[in-house]
């Protein structure tokens, strides 16, 4: 069978790079996350996307490898949340696995909290870590890098998100347009794996969390986006086609910072009393 980059089966200028968001759990609580990662959890609350933790099940990202078989194996696959290390380890542990037996290039983003916890022979399965420093974490950083230096062959790729938005205040600016949206240079770049739905660029949680509202996702699944659909791999081929109208116009024109005529606001991450920025355990050792 032919192998594509997603880069050609979109046939998209760009890179393109899969970001599985495997959770929405989050040891720091960042004032403003784009995934509201800064907010308790509150089964009777009105915010939905924080009713109850979301752990992504490994049989949903398997059926993501088989049926997009052939497209993507040598794209990088990042496993992010919420923050990834968070997470049971046997859970880590069996996404990493099934990605790699289905041959696809695996990362990390992490803010350190748990990464010693990995033993070394699954780290190794993994292309590149992401270590991103939020400035209150920097404790897991150094802890992680030394972790790395004895133990892990891969890539480590060091960042700093020091501030987030404040994306409630840009939602329903009403400034942008379809054109625009389907020119964005965000869009395809990061496919995202909100198992078991497959949403279109990086952006696309964060709004969701931001309106509040679970319409896109029904959109989504309505219109083949779900690796629940055998026909996944012609739906994405076909995104132009296939790709919600509500999508472009209730989401991108109405509401992406991208679409917006000004500039938003940073805001500075700050130490907050529910961080919990470095988690104590004994080092991993090799299995």
Same mark, same amino acid.
């Given at each position: 069978?032919?192998?594509?980059?997603?880069?050609?089966?979109?046939?998209?200028?760009?890179?393109?790079?899969?970001?599985?968001? @495997?959770?929405?759990?989050? #040891?720091?609580?960042?004032? &403003?996350? !784009?995934?509201?990662? &800064?907010?308790?959890?509150?089964?009777? /609350?009105?915010?939905?996307?924080?009713?109850? @933790?979301?752990?992504?099940?490994?049989? *949903?990202?398997?059926?993501?490898?088989?049926?997009? !078989?052939?497209? /993507?194996?040598? *794209?990088?696959?990042?496993?992010?949340?919420?923050?990834?290390?968070?997470?049971?380890?046997?859970?880590?542990?069996?996404?990493?696995?099934?990605?790699?037996?289905? /041959?696809?290039?695996?990362?990390?983003?992490?803010?350190?909290?748990?990464?010693?916890?990995?033993?070394?022979?699954?780290?190794?399965?993994?292309?590149?870590?992401?270590? #991103?420093? &939020?400035?209150?974490?920097?404790? @897991?950083?150094?802890?992680?890098? *030394?972790? +790395?230096?004895? &133990?892990?062959? /891969?890539?480590?790729?060091?960042?700093?998100?020091?501030?987030?938005?404040?994306?409630?205040?840009?939602?329903?600016?009403?400034?942008?347009?379809?054109?625009?949206?389907?020119?964005? *240079?965000?869009? +395809?770049?990061?496919?995202?794996?909100?198992?078991?739905?497959?949403?279109?660029?990086?952006?696309?949680?964060?709004?969701?969390?931001?309106?509040?509202? !679970?319409?896109?996702?029904?959109?989504?699944?309505?219109?083949?986006?779900?690796? #629940?659909?055998?026909?996944?791999?012609?739906?994405?081929?076909?995104?132009?086609?296939?790709?919600?109208?509500?999508?472009?116009?209730?989401?991108?024109?109405?509401?992406?910072?991208?679409?917006?005529?000004?500039?938003?606001?940073?805001?500075?991450?700050?130490?907050?009393?529910? !961080?919990?920025? +470095?988690?104590?355990?004994?080092?991993?050792?090799?299995?």
């Amino acid at each position: 069978m032919s192998s594509y980059s997603f880069r050609q089966f979109f046939d998209v200028p760009q890179e393109v790079s899969v970001r599985i968001n @495997a959770t929405n759990i989050c #040891n720091i609580h960042c004032t &403003h996350c !784009d995934n509201d990662a &800064h907010l308790p959890f509150s089964k009777n /609350g009105d915010l939905i996307f924080r009713r109850k @933790a979301l752990i992504a099940d490994v049989a *949903d990202i398997e059926k993501f490898c088989r049926v997009m !078989d052939g497209v /993507g194996q040598e *794209d990088p696959h990042l496993l992010t949340g919420g923050e990834i290390t968070a997470l049971p380890l046997p859970t880590l542990i069996g996404y990493i696995d099934v990605l790699f037996r289905h /041959g696809r290039k695996v990362g990390m983003r992490t803010n350190g909290y748990n990464l010693r916890g990995i033993p070394p022979d699954k780290l190794n399965l993994l292309d590149r870590i992401y270590l #991103n420093s &939020h400035g209150v974490n920097e404790e @897991a950083i150094s802890a992680s890098q *030394d972790y +790395l230096n004895e &133990h892990y062959r /891969g890539r480590v790729i060091p960042e700093a998100t020091l501030q987030h938005r404040d994306l409630k205040s840009v939602v329903r600016h009403g400034e942008g347009t379809v054109e625009q949206a389907l020119a964005c *240079d965000l869009l +395809l770049t990061t496919l995202t794996l909100l198992p078991p739905v497959v949403l279109p660029c990086c952006n696309t949680w964060a709004l969701m969390n931001s309106l509040n509202t !679970d319409a896109l996702m029904g959109a989504l699944v309505e219109a083949g986006w779900t690796v #629940n659909n055998p026909a996944l791999k012609d739906t994405l081929r076909n995104w132009r086609q296939t790709l919600p109208r509500e999508f472009l116009e209730y989401f991108c024109a109405d509401s992406c910072y991208k679409t917006r005529s000004t500039p938003i606001p940073l805001y500075p991450i700050e130490p907050h009393p529910r !961080d919990r920025v +470095l988690k104590r355990i004994p080092i991993a050792r090799e299995s």
